[in-house]
């Protein structure tokens, strides 16, 4: 799935095949409607400000393994105060248990 918003590059028929043709489903976010995706806005806010900010790449494939560096920082280790100072994973269990 790719969300975004509604920006002409995501509504664009070049942009809109592309996505078909790797068979990606698009979601967009109702039109000025920043609510509709202020989890993620909030995760690449973090990847930015918390880590990104501070690197310089020498490729794209670094970039890559530093942003997934980040990701399993986030998912398993940052708490977030958000949802009571749990991280991410930790969260996803405890709503498992109530299910």
Same mark, same amino acid.
């Given at each position: 799935?790719?969300?975004s918003?509604?920006?002409?590059?995501?509504s664009?028929?070049?942009f809109?095949?592309?996505?078909q043709?790797?068979?990606?489903v698009q979601?967009?976010s109702?039109r000025?409607?920043?609510?509709d995706? %202020?989890?993620? @806005? +909030?995760?690449?806010r973090n990847?930015?400000?918390?880590?990104? /900010?501070d690197?310089?790449?020498i490729?794209h &494939?670094?970039v890559? %393994?530093?942003? @997934? +560096?980040?990701?399993?920082?986030y998912?398993?280790?940052?708490l /977030?105060?958000?949802i009571?100072?749990?991280? &991410?994973?930790?969260?996803?269990?405890?709503l498992?248990?109530?299910?």
């Amino acid at each position: 799935m790719f969300h975004s918003d509604q920006s002409v590059q995501y509504s664009a028929k070049l942009f809109q095949e592309a996505l078909q043709t790797h068979n990606i489903v698009q979601s967009m976010s109702r039109r000025e409607n920043c609510w509709d995706n %202020a989890v993620q @806005e +909030r995760f690449f806010r973090n990847l930015k400000t918390e880590y990104l /900010n501070d690197l310089t790449f020498i490729n794209h &494939p670094s970039v890559v %393994a530093a942003v @997934e +560096r980040y990701i399993g920082l986030y998912n398993y280790k940052r708490l /977030n105060s958000a949802i009571d100072y749990l991280t &991410p994973v930790q969260k996803q269990q405890e709503l498992q248990k109530v299910v």
